[in-house]
């Protein structure tokens, strides 16, 4: 697939290949140290929307996140067992 196109995004490879984004991320480690690709930055990237947040606010999202998922597992624990 890599040589078939001269562009080609991490998601776009995993889908075609069947993989998860953790093996393509592997793959093209593996592939970029050994000079066979070169990666360059999507500006498109929606992660880039984090850009607006101060490592403040992100730890608080996480924070966040941390506890709503330990209540949502405690709720889910308590509706199983009955």
């Given at each position: 697939?890599?040589?078939e196109?001269?562009?080609?995004?991490?998601?776009?490879?995993?889908?075609?290949?069947?993989?998860?984004?953790?093996?393509?991320?592997?793959?093209?480690?593996?592939?970029?140290?050994?000079?066979?690709?070169?990666?360059?930055?999507?500006?498109?990237?929606?992660?880039r929307?984090?850009?607006?947040?101060?490592?403040?606010?992100?730890?608080l999202?996480?924070?966040?996140?941390?506890?709503?998922r330990?209540?949502?597992?405690?709720?889910?624990a308590r509706?199983?067992?009955?």
């Open positions: 697939m890599l040589l196109c001269e562009v080609a995004t991490p998601g776009s490879l995993a889908e075609a290949l069947g993989l998860t984004s953790g093996s393509i991320t592997v793959m093209l480690d593996r592939l970029e140290s050994a000079g066979y690709v070169e990666r360059a930055a999507d500006p498109a990237d929606r992660r929307l984090l850009r607006r947040y101060t490592v403040s606010d992100l730890q999202f996480v924070d966040f996140l941390q506890r709503d330990a209540l949502q597992e405690a709720h889910a509706v199983r067992a009955r």
